[in-house]
């Protein structure tokens, strides 16, 4: 080994270097090394007294004599950024990795940030992350703060400085519900919104000592709003508390944190929002849209936003065209490819750009992504003519999985389906009349952990948790309220106690929407177009598929059928609302009907599978009792199609079993194509469900795979706001 060489510094040498080191505190490990070597230091006993090894100590001597100052300075690997914004890392690991993974491992997180597994963990560390799925931060500034449960008040910048306004509420008493997350593809998406808004905010300069009076006026007005629990400014770019001759004093009450030079004012608000969206979902859609409304402006310095009220109803979004993000304009092909494959079954590269559009780069690109990820597998050589044989791609079934689970006034059901429709796992269990809320909530979670103990691969995939439920309900919250046919149910919650137990995604959904969502995700190519689903069960309701996406409703509530039914029948109290319709709950309608005609059976659980079996044996009473209740639900039938225009209506639920169905479907599909105006123009196909009996549970299932997987685009002026 050569040699090092000697250094003989002159006091400019050695003030130049102390000044260097100053600069910046991970420089004064390499000064002190140059000052050991031209004091004349061993190489060994400079690693010893600095805590670093030998070759250390040898390279930054080598280059600092081949070079000066220039020599010290980190040469970080190809492709790694020089310097690590801290701030981003932690936004990027509180938005989540694309599905089907839940959280970031710190392998992978490093390896899509282009930074070393080390760097990514004494960044974890120093702000207190334990792993990628984060609830907490402390952001590491003079003095640290702690968040997690974080508003965002308001935000001041000019010129190179910036001032973030915020609050941390106490704790929720205890005893009440943890708010659900909101969904990784709304964390994701405001992630990808708010770096493209803040492209725009970035370009505004101007003179900070003019903008100054500006912060005092939002620090005055937001100190006077919250003295409890009180606000915090975090400072960046030297900004302070404006002197008294500059618009001040600031208000009392605002405790001052100043931000390091490695954790940049644009990536900590994008800290602060997804800490909202884990623990604030319901009030951070009005802010996130407010905030990235005022990015965009891109108005002249200062830039000055300031949190609109708890509670206030936010501003309509613009009417003018907006672009749409990078991200999820990416995520969006990403979802087409697989969208196309599962219609298809299997499909080469080729043939998914063809359907799609795409670039066959493009292509080339999200299918080697998807087959790294083992989302997608190649299936064996189709023979071709010439060029290169196409390989067909297709879905793993292993590569994902969800629990659905339909909870009815007599039963829950409840399934396991992996990412193709498969049935992994099927349970259930009868309820006793007059269940509790509180017991059945105990079951359904006893049920979904049996599942996941039965099977590591569910364990391993489970995306999240499906709950079909008659309605009405608030599907936002996921609160049933006051459901038909279960006695002392008011206002349960259903979403935030289960997720909270199985530590996954919760999404709540109307049973017939739940229906509709499962015949679209397991027919694959048989029904890739709109259509509605007649769902008869203890009730009957109906979903729909509306240009290429499940229609639910502002609330969630849309399909209510039973009403639709009793004003195409007249049938209307005093008052002029809709009045009960007896064939609107077709399971009791026709067991009521075959029992006044003299049909008699054992008091059992069977008993409507007895009549279905009645009717299949061409028994005329229980034949006659069917097609009474079908004539009128076809009714409310005819009503759906000649309302929406479509030209299929689905027909399935418990109340339609295999022996039966031709019953319902021949006075649905009679009605249907002869009543509407516009029957001349349109052929009504009345087809039987896929899924029958179970599609509900299925259905639930499948709506945590719509809402991963399902392409869809956001704009700039969605980004911000909750999914509907």
Same mark, same amino acid.
């Given at each position: 080994m050569p040699d090092l060489p000697e250094f003989s510094l002159t006091r400019a040498q050695q003030e130049a270097l102390r000044r260097w080191s100053r600069e910046r505190p991970?420089?004064?490990?390499?000064?002190?090394?140059? #000052?050991?070597?031209?004091?004349?230091?061993?190489?060994?006993?400079?690693a010893r007294t600095l805590g670093v090894s030998r070759p250390t100590v040898s390279s930054w001597r080598s280059r600092y004599a081949a070079q000066g100052l220039g020599g010290l300075e980190h040469?970080?690997?190809?492709?790694?950024?020089?310097?690590?914004?801290e701030a981003d890392v932690i936004a990027s690991t509180l938005a989540g990795p694309p599905p089907p993974r839940r959280a970031w491992s710190a392998r992978a997180l490093a390896d899509h940030l282009g930074i070393s597994?080390?760097? #990514?963990?004494?960044?974890?560390?120093?702000w207190g992350v334990a792993g990628g799925d984060a609830a907490a931060v402390t952001l590491p500034t003079a003095p640290p703060l702690p968040l997690r449960r974080p508003r965002l008040l308001g935000l001041w910048r000019a010129a190179d400085a910036a001032v973030i306004l915020l609050a941390e509420p106490p704790e929720p008493a205890a005893g009440a519900l943890p708010a659900v997350p909101a969904p990784a593809e709304e964390r994701r998406a405001l992630n990808g919104a708010l770096n493209a808004a803040l492209g725009t905010a970035l370009t505004a300069e101007g003179p900070r000592a003019e903008a100054l009076p500006a912060l005092a006026e939002l620090l005055a007005e937001v100190g006077a709003a919250h003295r409890a629990p009180g606000v915090h400014a975090v400072a960046f770019g030297?900004?302070?508390?404006?002197?008294?001759?500059?618009?001040?004093?600031?208000?009392?009450?605002?405790?001052?944190?100043t931000a390091p030079e490695f954790m940049s004012w644009p990536a900590t608000l994008g800290v602060v929002c997804q800490l909202q969206l884990r623990h604030r979902p319901a009030a951070a859609a009005a802010t996130h849209g407010s905030l990235l409304d005022a990015l965009r402006a891109g108005q002249a310095a200062p830039l000055v936003w300031r949190c609109p009220a708890e509670g206030a109803a936010p501003e309509p979004p613009a009417r003018t065209p907006r672009a749409f993000d990078q991200l999820a304009l990416g995520s969006f092909n990403e979802k087409l490819v697989i969208e196309s494959i599962r219609e298809a079954g299997s499909l080469s590269r080729v043939e998914i750009a063809q359907r799609t559009g795409l670039t066959p780069q493009a292509v080339s690109r999200i299918t080697r992504n998807l087959l790294t990820s083992a989302f997608l597998v190649e299936d064996s050589v189709l023979p071709g003519g010439k060029g290169k044989p196409r390989v067909p791609l297709r879905l793993r079934a292993d590569a994902a999985c969800a629990i659905g689970i339909h909870l009815d006034p007599e039963m829950i059901t409840q399934v396991v389906v992996d990412l193709c429709g498969g049935v992994l796992d099927q349970r259930v269990l009868p309820l006793h009349e007059g269940a509790d809320p509180a017991s059945v909530i105990d079951s359904m979670t006893r049920m979904a952990r049996e599942a996941v103990a039965a099977s590591r691969a569910v364990s391993d995939t489970l995306l999240g948790v499906g709950i079909a439920v008659p309605g009405p309900l608030d599907a936002g919250a996921g609160v049933l309220y006051d459901p038909p046919l279960f006695s002392g149910w008011h206002d349960v919650p259903l979403r935030a106690p289960l997720a909270e137990r199985l530590g996954v995604p919760v999404t709540v959904e109307k049973d017939a929407t739940a229906a509709a969502i499962g015949e679209r995700w397991i027919g694959a190519a048989a029904r890739t177009g709109d259509f509605v689903y007649l769902y008869l069960g203890a009730g009957a309701g109906a979903g729909a598929f509306l240009n290429g996406d499940v229609y639910r409703g502002r609330t969630g509530n849309a399909g209510e059928f039973g009403e639709l039914c009793a004003f195409?029948?007249?049938?209307?109290?005093?008052?002029?609302?809709p009045g009960r319709v007896p064939e609107c709950a077709p399971m009791s309608s026709a067991l009521d009907k075959a029992a006044a005609a003299g049909l008699t059976w054992p008091q059992a659980p069977g008993a409507y599978e007895s009549l279905c079996a009645a009717a299949a044996a061409g028994d005329a009473r229980a034949v006659r009792a069917f097609r009474e209740v079908a004539r009128v639900v076809a009714r409310g039938a005819t009503g759906v199609t000649d309302l929406l225009d479509t030209t299929l209506l689905i027909v399935g639920g418990p109340a339609v079993p295999a022996p039966v169905a031709g019953l319902f479907l021949s006075e649905i599909s009679a009605a249907v194509n002869r009543y509407p105006l516009a029957s001349r123009l349109r052929r009504v196909h009345v087809e039987h469900s896929l899924l029958n009996e179970s599609a509900a549970a299925v259905g639930a299932a499948s709506g945590v795979f719509h809402a991963s997987f399902a392409p869809r685009l956001r704009t700039h002026a969605r980004a911000g706001a909750r999914a509907t």
């Amino acid at each position: 080994m050569p040699d090092l060489p000697e250094f003989s510094l002159t006091r400019a040498q050695q003030e130049a270097l102390r000044r260097w080191s100053r600069e910046r505190p991970d420089r004064d490990v390499r000064a002190r090394i140059i #000052l050991d070597a031209a004091a004349g230091v061993s190489v060994s006993d400079s690693a010893r007294t600095l805590g670093v090894s030998r070759p250390t100590v040898s390279s930054w001597r080598s280059r600092y004599a081949a070079q000066g100052l220039g020599g010290l300075e980190h040469r970080p690997r190809s492709g790694r950024p020089p310097r690590i914004d801290e701030a981003d890392v932690i936004a990027s690991t509180l938005a989540g990795p694309p599905p089907p993974r839940r959280a970031w491992s710190a392998r992978a997180l490093a390896d899509h940030l282009g930074i070393s597994h080390t760097a #990514l963990g004494a960044v974890w560390r120093r702000w207190g992350v334990a792993g990628g799925d984060a609830a907490a931060v402390t952001l590491p500034t003079a003095p640290p703060l702690p968040l997690r449960r974080p508003r965002l008040l308001g935000l001041w910048r000019a010129a190179d400085a910036a001032v973030i306004l915020l609050a941390e509420p106490p704790e929720p008493a205890a005893g009440a519900l943890p708010a659900v997350p909101a969904p990784a593809e709304e964390r994701r998406a405001l992630n990808g919104a708010l770096n493209a808004a803040l492209g725009t905010a970035l370009t505004a300069e101007g003179p900070r000592a003019e903008a100054l009076p500006a912060l005092a006026e939002l620090l005055a007005e937001v100190g006077a709003a919250h003295r409890a629990p009180g606000v915090h400014a975090v400072a960046f770019g030297g900004a302070g508390a404006p002197a008294e001759d500059e618009g001040g004093p600031a208000a009392a009450g605002v405790a001052w944190h100043t931000a390091p030079e490695f954790m940049s004012w644009p990536a900590t608000l994008g800290v602060v929002c997804q800490l909202q969206l884990r623990h604030r979902p319901a009030a951070a859609a009005a802010t996130h849209g407010s905030l990235l409304d005022a990015l965009r402006a891109g108005q002249a310095a200062p830039l000055v936003w300031r949190c609109p009220a708890e509670g206030a109803a936010p501003e309509p979004p613009a009417r003018t065209p907006r672009a749409f993000d990078q991200l999820a304009l990416g995520s969006f092909n990403e979802k087409l490819v697989i969208e196309s494959i599962r219609e298809a079954g299997s499909l080469s590269r080729v043939e998914i750009a063809q359907r799609t559009g795409l670039t066959p780069q493009a292509v080339s690109r999200i299918t080697r992504n998807l087959l790294t990820s083992a989302f997608l597998v190649e299936d064996s050589v189709l023979p071709g003519g010439k060029g290169k044989p196409r390989v067909p791609l297709r879905l793993r079934a292993d590569a994902a999985c969800a629990i659905g689970i339909h909870l009815d006034p007599e039963m829950i059901t409840q399934v396991v389906v992996d990412l193709c429709g498969g049935v992994l796992d099927q349970r259930v269990l009868p309820l006793h009349e007059g269940a509790d809320p509180a017991s059945v909530i105990d079951s359904m979670t006893r049920m979904a952990r049996e599942a996941v103990a039965a099977s590591r691969a569910v364990s391993d995939t489970l995306l999240g948790v499906g709950i079909a439920v008659p309605g009405p309900l608030d599907a936002g919250a996921g609160v049933l309220y006051d459901p038909p046919l279960f006695s002392g149910w008011h206002d349960v919650p259903l979403r935030a106690p289960l997720a909270e137990r199985l530590g996954v995604p919760v999404t709540v959904e109307k049973d017939a929407t739940a229906a509709a969502i499962g015949e679209r995700w397991i027919g694959a190519a048989a029904r890739t177009g709109d259509f509605v689903y007649l769902y008869l069960g203890a009730g009957a309701g109906a979903g729909a598929f509306l240009n290429g996406d499940v229609y639910r409703g502002r609330t969630g509530n849309a399909g209510e059928f039973g009403e639709l039914c009793a004003f195409a029948l007249g049938h209307v109290t005093p008052e002029g609302g809709p009045g009960r319709v007896p064939e609107c709950a077709p399971m009791s309608s026709a067991l009521d009907k075959a029992a006044a005609a003299g049909l008699t059976w054992p008091q059992a659980p069977g008993a409507y599978e007895s009549l279905c079996a009645a009717a299949a044996a061409g028994d005329a009473r229980a034949v006659r009792a069917f097609r009474e209740v079908a004539r009128v639900v076809a009714r409310g039938a005819t009503g759906v199609t000649d309302l929406l225009d479509t030209t299929l209506l689905i027909v399935g639920g418990p109340a339609v079993p295999a022996p039966v169905a031709g019953l319902f479907l021949s006075e649905i599909s009679a009605a249907v194509n002869r009543y509407p105006l516009a029957s001349r123009l349109r052929r009504v196909h009345v087809e039987h469900s896929l899924l029958n009996e179970s599609a509900a549970a299925v259905g639930a299932a499948s709506g945590v795979f719509h809402a991963s997987f399902a392409p869809r685009l956001r704009t700039h002026a969605r980004a911000g706001a909750r999914a509907t």
